[in-house]
């Protein structure tokens, strides 16, 4: 499956931006699937993830009740919506995805596919 992202640009802090994630060249539904993300001059850290139950499995401290991750599997997409950003938000966003039962929480060596990335920049 090959996953692309969208939806990144550059925000005034506290303002939304909703990121997508197309999958094509196999079934979403398979894949336990996330967000993780990398500031400038940090290591990638995990966002929020849902298994293919569509259960939140992982939500980082500092995004939860401003970040919501939602699955369509219908339309082989992802979605993170972000609310109330921050600049410590600014990142380039990967979605990711996982087949086997130990990437249910999107830890990097279970991860099987990852998206090119979208970049969001938060400025104050």
């Known amino acids: 499956v090959k996953l692309v992202e969208s939806g990144g640009g550059l925000v005034q802090a506290g303002a939304s931006l909703t990121l997508s994630c197309q999958a094509s060249?196999?079934?979403?539904?398979?894949?336990?699937i996330g967000w993780v993300r990398q500031a400038p001059g940090k290591e990638r850290e995990k966002v929020l993830c849902?298994?293919?139950?569509?259960?939140?499995?992982y939500s980082l401290g500092p995004v939860e009740g401003r970040f919501t991750i939602s699955r369509d599997d219908a339309q082989n997409m992802l979605y993170l919506q972000m609310t109330d950003l921050q600049i410590e938000d600014t990142a380039v966003y990967y979605c990711?995805?996982?087949?086997?039962?130990?990437?249910?929480?999107?830890?990097?060596?279970?991860?099987?596919?990852w998206g090119q990335g979208t970049s969001v920049t938060v400025s104050s």
């Open positions: 060249g196999g079934t979403l539904k398979d894949y336990h």
């Open positions: 849902i298994s293919t139950l569509g259960r939140v499995t």
């Open positions: 990711v995805a996982a087949e086997r039962l130990g990437g249910i929480s999107c830890d990097a060596g279970w991860i099987d596919v």
